[in-house]
């Protein structure tokens, strides 16, 4: 069974930039060094009842 390890603030806060360039998930996981699931992840996680991620 694979274990998952949770995402710095840092790459959390790396996440928000990309997305605010409208860089792919794809190209901002392999910048932070994890893979596009994590992100995609990390951005289902924090949508809110609209489907909007924080700062949108």
Same mark, same amino acid.
């Given at each position: 069974?694979?274990?998952?390890?949770?995402?710095?603030?840092?790459?959390?806060?790396?996440?928000?930039?990309?997305?605010?360039?409208?860089?792919?998930? %794809?190209?901002?996981?392999?910048?932070?060094?994890?893979?596009?699931?994590?992100?995609? %992840?990390?951005?289902?996680?924090?949508?809110?009842? %609209?489907?909007?991620?924080?700062?949108?």
């Amino acid at each position: 069974m694979k274990k998952y390890k949770q995402l710095t603030s840092e790459q959390r806060y790396a996440i928000y930039l990309g997305l605010e360039n409208g860089d792919t998930q %794809r190209t901002i996981a392999s910048l932070i060094g994890v893979g596009p699931s994590a992100v995609s %992840r990390e951005l289902q996680r924090n949508k809110d009842e %609209r489907g909007a991620t924080r700062g949108d």
